[in-house]
């Protein structure tokens, strides 16, 4: 099987577990624990699909929450986690990064970090050798992947995916757009990390270094990570979460991309980038 055919075959996995979620309520046998029920009581997205769909979701999400408690975060975050399905998995998307490095042995030793610009990150993660990285997190979503004429037409509001829908996406646009967004935070006297935790209409997941490839290391096309216009970032993790029928649970990924021309005092330490495999560059794209 080639690569495109696994990809493809993703694909539709995905799009057949967001059918599934089109329905709403909580499916009949999956048992919430209790910090999931407190953010579901009042919660917009409760009528919106059905979340979480099955027990080892519902047990993962209440982990996650479990561990923004024991962080004193869980009150801060419980009006994001009562919105839309958007925010709501925004606000864990940003909980599970958080949760994924503590587990690693990257201790979240502060929230909301103050960056440039007076801008708020995410948190910060301390390696264990004692150095901090200020870390952003964003997710985009299919919604910015939508043209003029879709938004104008009402697309945003419906189902992500649609039966027999068929376009083209450009998912590398994406990672530039994070990049965008989060660059404005960066100072340049401090590690800085920006990890990417995306609701595209093809994850980047899917071929991770197809996308990173043109997104980051392009020079063909502006590749963000070719010179150093943005020598203030460190680099980028591509960061996923994946339902494991096989071991019935929640897997966590990340892929770790450096900016080979960061500024050493902005660049990725070491002890992170060998605990990801990370690289400063992609042979294909």
């Known amino acids: 099987m080639t ?13 057949a577990e967001q059918a599934a979620q089109m329905k709403t309520g909580v499916p009949a046998g999956v048992q919430l624990g209790p910090l999931t029920s407190t953010i579901r009581n009042g919660a917009i997205w409760a009528t919106q699909d059905q979340f979480p769909s099955d027990q080892i979701w519902a047990d993962d ?3 996650v929450l479990n561990f923004a408690q024991a962080q004193g975060q869980f009150d801060h975050y419980l009006n994001k986690l009562r919105g839309n399905a958007r925010q709501r998995d925004s606000a864990l998307a940003e909980l599970r990064v958080a949760f994924f490095f503590s587990g690693k042995g990257f201790a979240i030793v502060k929230w909301e970090p103050i960056g440039a610009n007076n801008r708020e990150g995410e948190f910060t993660i301390r390696t264990p050798s004692g150095t901090d990285v200020f870390t952003e997190v964003k997710s985009p979503s299919w ?3 939508l043209s003029d004429e879709e938004r104008a037409s009402g697309r945003k509001q419906l189902p992500k995916y649609l039966q027999a829908e068929v376009r083209s996406v450009g998912p590398w646009e994406r990672i530039r757009f994070a990049v965008d967004k989060a660059y404005g935070k960066y100072l340049n006297n401090t590690p800085n ?3 990417i935790a995306d609701d595209l209409f093809v994850s980047l997941q ?14 063909r ?7 150093a216009l943005r020598e203030n970032l460190g680099g980028v993790g591509v960061f996923w979460v994946a339902h494991s029928e096989l071991e019935s649970k929640v897997l966590y990924r990340m892929k770790l991309f450096l900016n080979p ?6 660049a990725i330490p070491e002890e992170l980038a060998l605990s990801f495999n990370a690289v400063d560059h992609v042979d294909r794209w």
């Open 143 to 145: 919604e910015g992947e």
């Open 261 to 266: 021309h960061a500024l050493p005092a902005a």
């Open 3 to 15: 690569e495109m055919d696994e990809i493809l075959k993703e694909i539709a996995k995905t799009r």
């Open 221 to 227: 096309d502006g590749g963000y990570f070719t010179n």
């Open 206 to 219: 899917h071929g991770t270094g197809l996308p990173v490839g043109t997104a980051l290391y392009d020079p």
């Open 193 to 195: 990390l920006l990890v």
């Open 61 to 63: 999400v209440e982990q």
